[in-house]
C-alpha cells in the first residue's frame, strides 16, 4: 500500500468537498440547459417527406434539386440530409436525369426553372416540398 | 417496452457467465454493466451476420433467430455454471481478522489505510464517518437522478438525436432495418458524407431493437445511448471502492458535455463505455475474475468492441495490444514480487500468467477483429481521413509547425471550456490529477494513464494530417473525443487515490 503525496487529510476533505458541490452545480445547470432547448426541426422536416415517400417506389435512387442558391446554406444541407435520412433505403441524389425528382421548397429559381423541364408533380407535403416525376413521352 | 427486452435478453446471456457464484452488490453490479455492453456489442455481430445472410430485420424469423440463440446461450452458461464447484468464502470473522473489508468480503482487498490524506475507507463506529457516508451517497443519488431528467428532456427534445445521430447512426440503421432480406441496405456505402465507413455495432444494436419493436421507435436508439451512459457511472462506482467511489460517479455526471452526449444518440458514449470497460477489466481491481483467464477474455472482447463501435476504437485496441505485449516481454525484477505496485501491473502480477492471459485477452478480441476485418475489407469505402492523401502530403502537414501550434491552441481551449460554463476545466484538471496519481501510483495507474494519453496523442495527430480545414474538424469533434476518454479518467484518478491493491494479490 502506499500513500498519494502526504497532504493533510483536512486539506483532503475539503478538496472532495469542493468536487462534489462543483459537479451538483454542474449536473443542475446541465438539467436547466436541457429543459431551455428547442425543439429539433428534423422531426417536423421528416414528417413532411414521409408524406412524399408514399407516391416513391419502395427502392432506386431519387433525384434532389439543388437549391438555385446558398445550396450550402446548414439549413439547406440539413434540408437535403433529412430528405435521405426519411426515405433510406433509397438513394437520395443530387442530380436531375432521374425519374423522379424531390424539389424542397425555395429550391426553384424565382420565375420559372428550366431544370424541372419535363417533369410534372405527383405529390406534394404541408410545408411545400414536392415530389415530380419525369413525364413519359 | 419490446425495445427493453431486445436489450436485457442477450445482456442476461452473458451476464450468466460473468455473475460471481456469490452475489455481491459491487462485483454483481459490474458484471451486469459489462454484460449490458458486451450483450449489446454480441448482438450486433449477430445482427449484422443476419442481415448480410439476407435474413430481413422486419421478418419474424430474425427475431427468432436472435432469441433462440440469446436464450441458447444462457442455457449453456447456467449448465457450466451448475458444474463448476462452489468456491468458499473465508468467514466473515476471519476476514476481519485479517483487516480485510466486510464489504467485498469475497474480493479480499486489504483495507490498511494510508495515514494521511486517505478517502478510501472510513474508520468504524464513528458517526461522523457515518454521516459523511450518507451525504456522499445522497450526492451521488441526487446527481444521478438530476442528470437521469436532464438527458430525458434532451432526448424529448432531440427525438432522432443530434446531427450526427441522424445523418451517420440512425440512418445507417434505417438501411439495415428497412433494406434487409436484400442487398438493398448495401447502398448506405454509398453516401459519402454520411460516414459509410464507421463499423456497425450501434446502427446494428437500434436495427436490432427495431426489429423486437416491430416498428421504427425513436425510442430504441435514446434507450440504447441510456444504457451505455448508466453502464458507464454504475461501473466507475463499483470498480472503485469507498467514498472515491460515490464522488466519482458524481464528477462523471457534473461534466455537462458526458450528458448532452448520451441524449445525442452518438456512438461516442458506447465507445467511451468500452474504454472504460476494457481498462477496468484488465487493470483495475474490483472486478472478481480480475487476474482470472475469463477476465483476460472479457477484456480482449471489450477492446474488439471498441474497434467494432467506432473507427477511434482501432486505436485503443492496437494500444491495448501493446500494452499486453509488453507485460509479456517486460523482463521481471528479482525481488519484487512482493512490491505492490510491481504486482499492479496490467492482466497479471508476474510473466508467466501475463503470457497466457495476453493469449486469453487476444482470443477474446478475435471474433470481433474478424468481423471488423470483414466490414473493412468487403463492404465499408475508405474514411475520409486517409482517401486520395499522399504521404508527401501527410508528411508535410505532420513537419508544419503552424499546423502542430493551431491544432494545440484549438485543443486546449476546447479542452477547458469543455463542460462549461459551470465544469469549466473539468478535463484539464482532472487530466493534471490523473498524471499526479500515475507519477506515484505506479503499475495499474500509470498504464491507464499511458494509454489514454496516447489516444488523445493520436486524436492530436489525426487533426494535424487532417485533409480538412483545421479549425472546422476540431471544433466540431473534439468535444465527442474528450467524452471517449471522461469516464476512463475519473476512473484513473479514483484508483489512484485509493491505491488498490489486486485481489490476487
Redesign the interface.
Known sequence: ?????????W???AV?AV??V??????????R???T????P??AL?TEFRTLARSLPS?GPVGFLPYAVDDDRPDRV?TY??A??TL????VERRTDLQFLIVARDALRPGGDERIAGFVPIASSRDGHRLYQRQTQ | MREALAVLLPACAVAVFLLPDRLRWRSSLAAAAIALGLGLGFSSLLSTALIAGGIAATSIGFVAIDAALWVSVAAVGWWLRLRKPVTTLPSLAGAQARGETSLDLGDRV?V????????HRPSANDPRTDLTDRL?RF?FG??AI??F???M??SA????G??DA??IW??HA??LF??GG?D??R??F??R??QPDYPLLLPASVARVWAYAGHESTFGPAFIAMVFGMASVVLVVTTLRG?VAW?AG??I????AF??QV?SQCADVPLAFFILAALAVACGDGLHWQGHRTGALVAGALSGMAAWTKNEGLVFVLLMAIVAVAVTVRPSRPGHDSD??VRLRPFAPWRGRAVEQAWWGMVGALPVVIALAWFKLSLAPSSGLVEGQSLSVIASRLLDPGRHAAVAVLMVQHAIRW?G???IA?FPLSGLAAI??AI???GVVRTMTIVLGMMLLSYYLVYVMSPFDVTWHVSTSVDRLLVHLWPSLVLIVGI??T?H?SRLS
Open positions: 500500500m502506499y500513500t498519494l503525496y502526504l497532504v493533510p487529510s486539506l483532503m476533505r472532495s468536487v462534489l462543483w459537479s451538483l452545480v454542474s449536473v443542475f445547470a446541465a438539467w440547459a436541457a429543459s432547448r428547442t425543439m429539433d428534423v422531426a421528416e427502392s440539413m440530409y433529412v435521405q435520412y433510406a433505403p433509397r438513394l | 486489504p490498511r489505510q494510508a495515514k494521511a490524506g486517505d478517502l456522499l450526492a441526487t446527481a438530476v442528470a431528467i436532464s438527458v428532456t434532451s427534445a432531440l427525438p432522432h443530434d446531427w441522424w445523418a440512425n440512418q434505417r438501411f428497412r433494406g436484400s438493398e441496405w447502398a448506405l454509398s453516401i458524407w454520411s467514498r464522488i458524481t464528477l455526471l457534473a461534466a455537462s450528458l448532452t441524449a505492490t505496485r463542460s460554463p459551470v465544469a473539468i499526479g496519481v506515484r501510483g505506479g489512484g487515490l491505491g491493491v
